[in-house]
């Protein structure tokens, strides 16, 4: 036992030995540690480990449970998370702290489906998704059919990923502006644009979109609108982009993309688009606009069409290769700028042939094609704060297209002074005819050439140009006489000057009359007075009291007057001179006339002349309007006149003319004109033109003109049935405009418009038979029901018994964008026209169809 216990006391020693022999080897390398690492003379300081997190997580739900041994919190029911900035609402969310997660998922139903989304508010923006996992740490996240709202849209995808606060990667996702699909009034959205691939780029001023290749869906079904990348700004400003193109065809060029294009903002006050129209036989067109625009300074553009027409198949008969080209600008200042100092531009230059050769749509859709002129102008307008003068500079530019030549107008100098009275009085108000006198008075310098496209600033067209040099000097004064007459008179001075004259002669050889404009400078001076007697005349037809017609009442304005010009046609004032015609016979003509003066009047001139003015109107008994009387006109104007000129050797009388104006029945419009002929017309067998004789009272049409126009309206035929009245029962989901009756059919209004329009005219001078020329047309419009509108219009030429001009179109309203279709079917162009567009701001721009004039904006995609 003795021997036992004393070796356990030797073990137990060992081992204590041996511990302290390490405690104090430990000890040494610890000093020796400290010493290396610490300065000298510096104090110690203990370091502590850094947290993991920046901020506490707090953490609130109806059921709490935390798993100590797994590092795990588990929150269900009403559950919410709140870090920082990012609070997470969700039915149920899990932590786990080890690994800095939070996920976070929706409320499930009974097959597991979610039935009401997980939320994450940053930032003052709220996320929805099914499912979400968020890192504390690297504030990444991933999320599973996230809902994210931006601007005015909302982007569903199946998978998101938030790299950072301000960058998004997404996988399938679905962009939509859909209202109703916002506002979570319906589940389905009526369109999507659906891309593979998009980033979300949030920004502090701007944010946008970038996708790869994306489509768009209507009603879920996919169009061929597919784009290979789109940038969607959510910005205020303007933004860089693709503009969209609609499409169809058109029977001699093929099928098209039309107004395809890019759009680029610069700086504040400028922007740029180019548009492209591709069709498939061959034919392009390139549109290129420079927009600018200072506040309170003006606005303007730049615009050109540059493009070729290829139609029919080369190598055949019917192929043709036509180029075309079109230049614009447009300048306006505002009114705010400089009064003083007004600057305007409205340049309008085109090819020939443009408008039968282009290939851009638009104009046939706004009847550009018809236009038989152009026309450009620029103008400089200088008034003056202290001086009466209006100093006006401008130069036009018109082409004829049936002609092919072109009037250019380079530049014309006017020269106004404001109108002043001779006579004024320094005080009280104005009598008789000295005082009353007027002086209207100015100045015009003009050059003006007649050329073509081929001449344009050549030196021939320098050659061809003429410079004139106008002063006209108006007088006019009127007074009351005998209380019921107003007397008045007037003269008229004219002062010309000219660079070219002209000599004509007769050419026996060609059996032509040929004309030769000559480089001399040349003037005249011409006078004319005119005096008149008016006065009112009054006549009423009052009915038995209580008859449906109270009265009618006759407006006459007779009119008298005399006017004088001596005859500068002698030869003492050398404006005139004379040639041997074809039958040998002396004909006078002016060395003024072709020019751009005009010429004094041949042959002395006193002449009586006589108008007659009529108004009737009708007042009947009305029970709609408030005073039991209602005014009918039954004739606005009938006017007649004529003159009598006692010193002309022959044909006296003037024509007599007569027009009129009214409106019946409160809508039908009439305006009419009608000319005959005092003296007899001749014709000798088988010749296609007569001669006039002397022989009056023989009285003959010479020209009438008739224009009737009828618009008509479903208010017309009704008072305007109110459906919120009639009926309790509203539509609900997007059906809000409906209402509907006991047997649940939907009622709605159908409002209309038709407009008939006719015209006739005649006109017959010298010829046998005379010409005519008579259409009848239709616009209107049909609402079908509130979200279908019918336009078209149809256009009848009955002499030539072939439809003019006819163009139809319709619109769906499908909330969230528009639906538009437009169709020729008769005459040069037969097109149709197919656009789809997007109502919402961010996108309307792009996607939304409006005037598709020429000049209308697109912005961008």
Request: aromatic fraction near 14%; glycine fraction near 6%; hydrophobic fraction near 35%.
């Amino acid at each position: 036992m003795v021997k036992t216990g004393f070796k356990n006391i030797l073990q137990i020693l060992i081992i204590l030995i041996f511990n302290n022999f390490l405690a104090h080897l430990g000890a040494q390398n610890l000093t020796e540690n400290k010493m290396v690492n610490q300065p000298i003379n510096r104090k110690d300081t203990v370091v502590l480990k850094k947290e993991q997190l920046e901020s506490v997580v707090k953490t609130k739900a109806e059921r709490i449970r935390n798993d100590i041994p797994k590092k795990m919190t588990y929150l269900n029911k009403n559950a919410q998370v709140n870090y920082q900035d990012m609070v997470i609402d969700a039915d149920y969310i899990s932590i786990d702290w080890d690994k800095s997660l939070i996920y976070a998922r929706g409320e499930v139903d009974s097959i597991g489906k979610i039935k009401n989304p997980a939320k994450a508010t940053q930032g003052g923006k709220t996320y929805e998704y099914d499912e979400f996992t968020y890192n504390i740490k690297t504030r990444q996240a991933i999320a599973f059919n996230a809902r994210t709202e931006e601007s005015e849209g909302v982007i569903v995808a199946e998978k998101t990923k938030k790299y950072n606060d301000s960058v998004f990667f997404m996988r399938r996702g679905k962009y939509t502006t859909d209202e109703y699909f916002i506002k979570k009034k319906d589940t389905i959205a009526d369109y999507y644009l659906l891309a593979p691939t998009i980033k979300l780029i949030k920004g502090k001023e701007k944010s946008q979109v970038i996708t790869g290749p994306i489509q768009l869906y209507i009603e879920q079904v996919p169009t061929p609108l597919i784009m290979p990348f789109a940038i969607l700004p959510f910005s205020d400003k303007r933004s860089a982009g693709i503009l969209i193109p609609s499409f169809g065809e058109r029977e001699d060029v093929g099928f098209f993309l039309n107004s395809l294009g890019y759009y680029q903002p610069i700086g504040e006050h400028f922007d740029f688009k180019i548009l492209t129209d591709f069709y498939t036989k061959g034919s392009w067109n390139l549109r290129p606009e420079v927009n600018y625009k200072k506040n309170y300074k003006y606005t303007g553009n730049f615009s050109a069409d540059i493009g070729t027409t290829i139609r029919g198949i080369k190598g055949l008969d019917d192929y043709s290769k036509t180029g075309t080209y079109r230049i614009a600008w447009r300048h306006q200042q505002d009114t705010k700028a400089n009064p003083f100092l007004t600057f305007s531009a409205s340049v309008d230059v085109v090819s020939n042939k443009f408008y039968n050769n282009t290939v851009n749509n638009n104009y046939a859709f706004n009847q550009n094609n018809l236009n038989a002129q152009q026309n450009s102008s620029i103008s400089v307008v200088k008034r003056f704060l202290t001086l009466p003068i209006t100093i006006t500079g401008t130069s036009s530019y018109s082409q004829n297209f049936s002609t092919g030549l072109a009037d250019l107008k380079l530049p014309v100098l006017n020269v106004a002074v404001n109108q002043f009275y001779l006579f004024k009085p320094k005080t009280g108000v104005r009598q008789g005819l000295l005082e009353n006198i007027t002086v209207n008075t100015g100045l015009n310098l003009n050059n003006y050439v007649q050329t073509n496209e081929g001449e344009l600033f050549t030196k021939v067209m320098w050659d061809k140009m003429q410079t004139g040099l106008r002063n006209n000097i108006s007088l006019g004064t009127n007074t009351t006489v005998a209380k019921y007459f107003t007397f008045s008179v007037s003269a008229n001075i004219d002062n010309a000057l000219t660079t070219k004259t002209l000599t004509r002669t007769y050419n026996p050889i060609s059996n032509k009359v040929e004309d030769i404009l000559n480089k001399k400078i040349a003037g005249y001076s011409s006078f004319s007075t005119s005096a008149s007697l008016q006065t009112v005349l009054y006549g009423m037809l009052n009915f038995k009291k209580g008859s449906a017609i109270e009265a009618v009442r006759h407006m006459i304005t007779p009119q008298l007057g005399f006017s004088y010009s001596p005859d500068f046609s002698t030869p003492a004032f050398g404006y005139f001179k004379n040639y041997y015609n074809d039958r040998g016979e002396m004909t006078p003509y002016s060395i003024f006339d072709r020019g751009i003066i005009g010429s004094p009047n041949s042959g002395l001139v006193q002449s009586l002349n006589f108008s007659l003015n009529n108004n009737v109107e009708m007042k009947v008994r009305s029970k709609k309007d408030s005073t039991g009387v209602k005014k009918l006109k039954i004739f606005e104007s009938l006017n007649f006149n004529t003159s009598y000129n006692f010193a002309a050797p022959i044909y006296k009388w003037s024509m007599f003319s007569f027009n009129g104006q009214t409106t019946l029945f409160e809508k039908l419009n009439l305006n009419t004109s009608l000319t005959l002929e005092p003296y007899e017309i001749t014709f000798a067998p088988g010749q296609e033109y007569g001669v006039r004789t002397e022989n009056f009272g023989h009285f003959s049409i010479q020209g009438f003109n008739a224009q009737l126009s009828y618009p008509l309206s479903e208010a017309i035929f009704g008072e305007k049935e109110d459906i919120s009245k009639m009926y309790k029962a509203k539509g609900e989901i997007r059906n809000e405009s409906y209402y509907f009756d006991e047997d649940n059919y939907a009622r709605f209004t159908q409002p209309w418009t038709l407009n008939i329009n006719a015209q006739y005219g005649y006109t017959k001078s010298l010829t046998r038979f005379g010409n005519s020329v008579a259409s009848v047309g239709l616009d209107g419009s049909l609402k079908l029901t509130p979200y279908w509108n019918l336009t078209g219009n149809l256009y009848y030429d009955v002499v030539n018994k072939e439809i003019a001009n006819t163009q139809l179109g319709f619109s769906r309203d499908q909330r969230s964008f528009t639906i538009n279709f437009n169709w020729i079917p008769f005459g040069q162009y037969k097109v149709y026209d197919f656009f789809i567009g997007i109502k919402a701001n961010i996108l309307r721009d792009a996607l939304k169809y409006k005037d598709r004039s020429f000049t209308q904006p697109n912005a961008p995609f």
